[in-house]
């Protein structure tokens, strides 16, 4: 008798568990960022990005544009609008006092550890009513090897950039496509 009536309320505390647990999923919101559903695709498609002032700025914008149009070309119908500055700056990685990417800093004749530390600051915009949708500041760092040679040492930097630029941009057209996807 007292088996029976824990076996009924376990079947009810089942039922009601059952039922609790499928209206907490129905709930869920998560959806693919970049689905069909969403018109994330299109709508990344109507972004436009403002004009760079300087080479690092530059290299982020490129990879944005190609991130966003995939090689279409500029938007005709522009309902977004992203204005980037970014900073970059190189140094040593190396456990020392001098931090500075002179070549007098030690008689080793290898490379020596480096980094490329990039922060993109950026502004969506609506342009129709001018409301800023989101404002940001992400930071990417590419670890490289700066040899000894001064050439090989700027080329290094220059690589490092390019590796960050590409990764700083990947991160804000995610945001980007995250912000306009609401």
């Not at 998560?30 to 994330?40: F, I």
């Not at 992203?82 to 080793?108: P, Q």
């Not at 020596?112 to 993109?120: I, K, N």
């Not at 941009?169 to 609401?182: F, G, H, K, L, P």
């Amino acid at each position: 008798m007292l088996s029976d009536a824990y076996s009924r309320w376990g079947r009810v505390a089942a039922a009601i568990s059952v039922v609790m647990f499928a209206g907490l999923l129905a709930g869920c919101q998560v959806r693919p960022l970049y689905g069909e559903a969403s018109g994330t695709r299109e709508k990344l498609l109507t972004v436009n990005f403002a004009p760079a002032t300087d080479r690092i700025t530059q290299e982020v914008r490129n990879h944005l544009i190609f991130l966003a149009y995939g090689g279409a070309g500029a938007p005709t119908n522009k309902e977004y609008e992203v204005k980037i500055t970014v900073r970059s700056s190189a140094t040593s990685t190396e456990v020392t006092d001098d931090t500075s990417l002179s070549l007098a800093k030690n008689n080793y004749d290898g490379p020596f550890p480096g980094r490329v530390s990039m922060t993109g600051n950026y502004v969506l915009t609506r342009i129709s009513d001018g409301q800023v949708l989101r404002s940001a500041r992400r930071t990417v760092t590419a670890m490289l090897d700066l040899p000894q040679q001064e050439f090989a040492k700027i080329r290094a930097i220059r690589d490092g950039e390019n590796r960050a630029a590409r990764e700083l941009a990947e991160i804000i057209q995610t945001d980007i496509a995250a912000t306009i996807s609401r």
